[in-house]
């Protein structure tokens, strides 16, 4: 290959990749995100959480701060330069638990808003296409779901699955009570999409259906579906977090945020051990915080009437 053609090449792979960076930049979208103070706060939350879980999944030891560390580190010892969120019941470091406890709440909570964002997805696209009976068996169905409490139906559910699958049986739970959510969000994103003409056309052409909902209805359904994600995924933090406080999620000794918050308040906060229910409890909050704050922001970036429709 010629030096001129190398440099034909390589300056048009330069001018692509400027071209998406520009284009990325000069999204509306984006602009108006990025200016959104709060939205930015949400994302530096968000982004320091992530770290912190990472961090703790490749450098702290689990099985060391599970166990017992009594005989070597002091028994309730208040935060101090050695202990900077003190130490429990069993003299573990709360540091390393309340960190690794990022990692639980991200792996759980992205697991949980994907299959519940993915089943109710398919069924509110596959109800608003098809409707007629396959709507009304689908949305009647979802609609018994959402008479019930979150918290209390996931409680019902959950106690279902069997005791040794842990945070999974929570996860699990939660999916199912979620669903809905998604289903009834997509659907009515759907069913505006589906009116266009360029859908008759399409199927006048001879498309298939999976190919129609595929590649040209989901698509156009991706704004309420972030946006619903985004929100969601505070709330399966806490709502995961909830169901370990009640006993119904992570084992004994797991560094849950929601089974620390129980210990603390059953064994510490009554007897003046404050800390124990504290710090967890401070970054559980601090991360629902910032997923609402981004969820906020990507909804009024993409559509402030949005407001409404995912409410």
Same mark, same amino acid.
């Given at each position: 290959?010629?030096?001129?053609?190398?440099?034909?090449?390589?300056?048009?792979?330069?001018?692509?990749?400027?071209?998406?960076?520009?284009?990325?930049?000069?999204?509306?979208?984006?602009?108006?995100?990025? !200016?959104?103070? &709060? %939205? @930015? *706060?949400?994302? #530096? /939350?968000?982004?320091?959480?992530?770290?912190?879980?990472?961090?703790?999944?490749?450098?702290?030891?689990?099985?060391?701060?599970?166990?017992?560390?009594?005989?070597?580190?002091?028994?309730?010892?208040?935060?101090?330069?050695?202990?900077?969120?003190?130490?429990?019941?069993?003299?573990?470091?709360?540091?390393?638990?309340?960190?690794?406890?990022?990692?639980?709440?991200?792996?759980?909570?992205?697991?949980?808003?994907?299959?519940?964002?993915?089943?109710?997805?398919?069924?509110?696209?596959?109800?608003?296409?098809?409707?007629?009976?396959?709507?009304?068996?689908?949305?009647?169905?979802?609609?018994?779901?959402?008479?019930?409490? !979150?918290?209390? &139906? %996931? @409680? *019902?559910?959950? #106690? /279902?699955?069997?005791?040794?699958?842990?945070?999974?049986?929570?996860?699990?739970?939660?999916?199912?009570?979620?669903?809905?959510?998604?289903?009834?969000?997509?659907?009515?994103?759907?069913?505006?999409?589906?009116?266009?003409?360029?859908?008759?056309?399409?199927?006048?052409?001879?498309?298939?259906?999976?190919?129609?909902?595929?590649?040209?209805?989901?698509?156009?359904?991706?704004?309420?579906?972030?946006?619903?994600?985004?929100?969601?995924?505070?709330?399966?933090?806490?709502?995961?977090?909830?169901?370990?406080?009640?006993?119904?999620?992570?084992?004994?000794?797991?560094?849950?945020?929601?089974?620390?918050?129980?210990?603390?308040?059953?064994?510490?906060? @009554?007897?003046?051990?404050?800390?124990?229910?504290?710090?967890?409890?401070?970054?559980?909050?601090?991360?629902?915080?910032?997923?609402?704050?981004?969820?906020?922001?990507?909804?009024?970036?993409?559509?402030?009437?949005?407001?409404?429709?995912?409410?």
């Amino acid at each position: 290959m010629s030096t001129d053609t190398k440099t034909t090449t390589q300056t048009t792979v330069d001018a692509n990749q400027r071209s998406l960076i520009d284009r990325f930049t000069a999204s509306p979208f984006v602009s108006r995100l990025l !200016s959104n103070r &709060l %939205a @930015l *706060a949400g994302i #530096a /939350i968000i982004v320091a959480m992530v770290l912190i879980a990472i961090y703790a999944r490749l450098f702290v030891d689990l099985e060391v701060i599970t166990q017992s560390q009594l005989g070597t580190n002091p028994n309730r010892a208040a935060p101090s330069l050695e202990f900077p969120f003190g130490t429990d019941g069993q003299a573990r470091d709360l540091v390393p638990r309340v960190a690794y406890g990022a990692w639980y709440a991200m792996l759980f909570g992205t697991v949980t808003v994907a299959a519940s964002t993915t089943l109710g997805v398919s069924l509110g696209i596959i109800a608003a296409y098809y409707s007629d009976v396959t709507d009304n068996v689908i949305m009647r169905t979802m609609d018994v779901l959402l008479a019930f409490p !979150s918290l209390l &139906l %996931a @409680l *019902a559910l959950v #106690a /279902i699955f069997p005791d040794d699958l842990g945070l999974w049986r929570a996860v699990a739970a939660l999916t199912l009570v979620y669903t809905p959510r998604f289903a009834r969000v997509v659907r009515g994103a759907a069913l505006t999409v589906l009116e266009n003409e360029y859908i008759d056309a399409t199927v006048a052409l001879g498309a298939a259906d999976p190919r129609v909902l595929a590649r040209h209805v989901l698509p156009n359904c991706l704004a309420p579906i972030t946006v619903q994600s985004t929100l969601n995924f505070g709330l399966a933090i806490i709502d995961l977090a909830a169901l370990s406080f009640l006993g119904f999620g992570a084992e004994a000794g797991t560094p849950s945020w929601g089974l620390m918050l129980s210990n603390g308040v059953s064994q510490g906060l @009554l007897t003046g051990v404050w800390w124990w229910s504290f710090f967890p409890g401070f970054f559980l909050a601090l991360t629902v915080l910032g997923f609402n704050l981004l969820g906020d922001g990507m909804r009024d970036a993409l559509d402030p009437r949005m407001r409404e429709a995912v409410d």
